[in-house]
């Protein structure tokens, strides 16, 4: 079968489930420079941001700021296997999405661990193309990352869409002239979509669900 559509992914929040690795090496980093760590819910709420956003919103000055990153990443590849799930109906969104459908996942984590993450969850080969935070100058919002993918795809903006868990997601999907889908498994609630154009759904499963219907 042809493939038809492009499906453009987030990671944490709309594939997986990250969380416990995240907090756990941002205490890391905090606790390496002898700082206090932030609340939890602080970390949470900014979870889909790039790392230089999330450190310098929980109040780590520019100076120190990659010295923080790099602490946090010398964690992170530590405990980011074992401490990441697949959130559920992930697979299934996947196999239903992949007969006619391009797959994409556009993330603010980098690529590296992206890939390493979807292997370890054996979903990997779903995917055909992943841009990480390190493959843009520009990340989500800015357009950059989801027009990246789709060069990368060889797909053209109709009948593509970015499926993802915060507001990041969707300006950036609007940003790039692409149709947005929010979904509501991750880090965001209805609420926090309530000023965008955009449907929204239950999880990644919901979401193929409704592309699959257009097609």
Do not use: W
Request: aromatic fraction near 8%; glycine fraction near 4%; proline fraction near 5%.
């Amino acid at each position: 079968m042809a493939k038809t559509a492009t499906v453009l992914f987030d990671l944490d929040g709309t594939l997986i489930d990250s969380t416990e690795a995240i907090v756990e090496s941002f205490g890391a980093a905090f606790a390496h420079f002898g700082a206090v760590m932030p609340p939890e819910r602080a970390i949470i709420r900014l979870i889909g941001a790039p790392l230089q956003k999330m450190f310098a919103a929980l109040g780590v000055d520019d100076a120190q700021n990659q010295s923080y990153i790099d602490r946090y990443k010398e964690r992170y590849s530590k405990v980011c296997l074992q401490k990441t799930m697949i959130l559920p109906q992930v697979k299934e969104a996947l196999k239903l999405l992949k007969p006619f459908a391009k797959i994409g996942v556009v993330t603010t984590k980098t690529a590296t661990f992206s890939k390493e993450i979807l292997a370890h969850l054996e979903i990997g080969e779903y995917v055909d193309a992943i841009v990480g935070f390190e493959d843009a100058k520009n990340p989500k919002p800015d357009p950059e990352p989801l027009l990246l993918a789709l060069e990368r795809l060889q797909s053209a903006k109709t009948d593509a869409f970015m499926v993802g868990d915060t507001p990041i997601d969707i300006n950036a999907a609007l940003n790039a002239k692409i149709t947005p889908i929010a979904v509501l498994c991750g880090y965001s609630s209805a609420e926090d979509f309530a000023s965008f154009d955009c449907e929204i759904v239950a999880n990644a499963f919901a979401a193929a669900e409704s592309i699959a219907k257009r097609f």
